[in-house]
């Protein structure tokens, strides 16, 4: 078998019992789950022309394996998630590792008793090293609040190193603030490893799909029931009814081709875009990426350099490392972190969260809330962030209350 495709013209949803926006991890799995367990007949209808959303995957002109809106490791501790997807797809076993371009050197990321060696020094890092674990204990990671709150002043110059040459530039470009916009909740997290475990994750299953994440998605897509219609707008296609003329009126009914649909509408999207940005766009980062092909094996030592100190580019992938693919040449991706000011030509990435854009997105959210048939899931839909295990986790779980319905 394959996924059945249809176009949106050819769609009779008098014949369909849900209709989900969007085939991400959130979209998809509902759909498979509906579709599997519910022998629901489940419509997707995606804006884009592929699959998957943004783990879409695919070979670029000098054949090598690329992931088209940034890079994608699947890492969790939810045997659940990961069980899963592994119904889809062979796990390529994958442990995933950065490092931070300090002025020309590498350094491991999160900092880490190696950092600690190549910035201080073996006989100073040693010293440090003995502090760290004596204040702290072995194997933990420690903030950078917890390091400036000690009086022993070497401490305090981890955590300063830290916080000016892993940290401050790399947030102001990914978020386009000054240092003084940093919020200081976000640099309290940041952390020091007290371990020489060079993983960028401790997870307990870590890998990438075999055959890549688009293979996955066709495969968890390959159901009789389950029907997608590509290069589709929810907003140009769902006609809403609202309870009456008032800018603030919750919607009544949600239509397809005329006609009101009263079966799960579960939507992955921007919540705002559904609405035309009728109270004005939610905030968001957005990323511009930049392809470069060298003749030869591999450029980088691991999959991921931060630029922590220079460069307009927050970090550079080299997807050889995560796919395992064998090839004499290799396909690097630059990251730029750029404002999200035009939706037709820019896709939102990273929520802006703070009080002021959650009340914003609370109000598109209200708008919904009368309707029982519709069911936002995802980073989108919900103005959040969300790994892509958590995803898996909600899915399954909206699906689970779907069908006990």
């Not at 176009?7 to 949803?13: E, G, R």
């Not at 890492?75 to 076993?93: E, G, I, V």
């Not at 799960?264 to 968001?284: A, K, S």
Request: hydrophobic share 40%.
């Amino acid at each position: 078998m394959a996924v059945n495709f249809v176009p949106y013209a050819d769609v009779d949803f008098s014949r369909i019992d849900a209709v989900i926006v969007g085939s991400g991890f959130a979209g998809s799995v509902v759909a498979r789950e509906l579709a599997e367990r519910g022998g629901m007949r489940v419509h997707i209808i995606e804006k884009r022309s592929h699959v998957g959303g943004n783990m879409y995957d695919c070979v670029d002109d000098a054949g090598i394996l690329v992931h088209a809106y940034g890079p994608h490791i699947f890492h969790t501790n939810s045997q659940q998630a990961y069980d899963y997807l592994a119904r889809f797809t062979n796990w390529r076993t994958y442990q995933h590792e950065v490092l931070a371009n300090w002025h020309g050197t590498y350094i491991p990321v999160p900092f880490n008793k190696n950092s600690m060696e190549i910035v201080f020094g073996p006989e100073k890092a040693l010293r440090l090293i003995d502090k760290l674990v004596q204040t702290f204990g072995d194997e933990r990671k420690v903030t950078i609040t917890e390091l400036r709150a000690q009086e022993d002043p070497e401490l305090q110059e981890v955590a300063e190193f830290v916080y000016r040459n892993v940290f401050l530039y790399y947030t102001q470009k990914q978020w386009g603030l000054t240092p003084e916009e940093v919020d200081p909740s976000v640099t309290a997290r940041v952390p020091v490893f007290i371990s020489r475990d060079n993983r960028y994750f401790q997870d307990a299953y870590q890998g990438m799909p075999g055959e890549g994440y688009t293979a996955l998605f066709m495969n968890m897509l390959d159901h009789p029931l389950i029907s997608v219609s590509l290069n589709t707008e929810a907003e140009s296609v769902m006609g809403l009814e609202f309870e009456s003329d008032a800018e603030d009126a919750a919607l009544s009914a949600i239509t397809l081709k005329d006609l009101p649909f009263e079966g799960p509408i579960v939507y992955t999207g921007p919540l705002d875009e559904l609405f035309l940005g009728r109270f004005g766009r939610l905030p968001y980062r957005s990323l511009d990426f930049v392809y470069e092909t060298y003749d030869e094996e591999m450029k980088f030592p691991v999959g991921t350099v931060n630029y922590t100190v220079s460069e307009d580019y927050t970090r550079i992938t080299e997807f050889k490392h995560l796919t395992g693919q064998v090839a004499p040449n290799t396909t690097i991706m630059k990251e730029y972190s750029r404002a999200y000011e035009n939706p037709r030509e820019q896709i939102p990435y990273y929520a802006i969260i703070n009080p002021e854009n959650n009340a914003h997105y609370q109000r598109y959210r209200a708008l919904t809330e009368s309707l029982p048939n519709f069911y936002p899931l995802g980073r989108l839909a919900e103005y959040r962030y969300y790994n892509m295990d958590a995803i898996v986790v909600l899915a399954l779980q909206l699906a689970e209350q779907l069908l006990a319905r």
